[in-house]
Structure formats: structure tokens, C-alpha cells
Nanobody, 122 residues
């Protein structure tokens, strides 16, 4: 079992920045690719970013490319999502997830966190 706990969400003005963290406990963190997803009210869950187990490969959804950066610290069993130039349409609950491979097209989540709310005001 892997437990995932997100933090760092909040309210920010458009153009601002936030950094989300997701702390993992349980099995060996570096064995897992990690991903961030988001879900806005009335919409389906959307892929945001993913990173391979050792951090060498990263992938991003089209809507966040160039604004968001995913990274991980395996010594701290933590994955981060740095979000810059935030827009009101980035408002959503953000979830981190652990999976077996980082490729967006074939992502399958083994574990999910409980989510953290990000609200971007205009």
C-alpha cells in the first residue's frame, strides 16, 4: 500500500503561483511513476503532469505546458507541482497519483491522494 497526502492548495489571483506537494508513505517511492491530475466541477478528471520513478522523464498536458513543472525528491518521498502564471481555468481539485509508468496515454493509477483545492480568482 502507498498513502499519498497532497498539500499546498489555496486561493491565488490570476497570474500568481502555487506549489503543490504530495508526500508518499508505504512502499518504495522510487518504484512508482507519479502524476498530477485535476478535476473541475462538472468536468472529467484531467491529466496534468507525470514523472518517471527516477525523475528523468516528464510529461505535461497541453493546457499546462510551459506554466507547470513537475519534480520529485525520492529521498523525501515527495512529488511537487510548481504552478506559475495561473489562470481561472486552472481552478480544480488537484490529485496526485502513483502508477507503474509515466506515459499519459497508458497511465493507470495504483493509488490516489485525497486531493487539494486550487482556486484562481480573476
Amino acid at each position: 500500500q502507498v498513502q499519498l497526502v497532497e498539500s499546498g492548495g489555496g486561493l491565488v489571483q490570476a497570474g500568481g503561483s502555487l506549489r503543490l506537494s504530495c508526500a508518499a508513505s508505504g512502499r518504495t517511492f522510487s518504484n512508482y511513476a507519479m502524476g498530477w491530475f485535476r478535476q473541475a466541477p462538472g468536468k472529467e478528471r484531467e491529466f496534468v503532469a507525470s514523472i518517471s520513478g527516477r525523475g528523468g522523464s516528464t510529461y505535461y498536458g497541453d493546457s499546462v505546458k510551459g506554466r507547470f513543472t513537475i519534480s520529485r525528491d525520492n529521498a523525501r518521498s515527495t512529488v511537487y507541482l510548481q504552478m506559475n502564471s495561473l489562470k481561472p481555468e486552472d481552478t480544480a481539485v488537484y490529485y496526485c497519483a502513483a502508477g507503474s509508468n509515466p506515459y499519459p496515454a497508458s497511465w493507470q493509477s495504483d493509488y490516489w491522494g485525497q486531493g487539494t483545492q486550487v482556486t484562481v480568482s480573476s
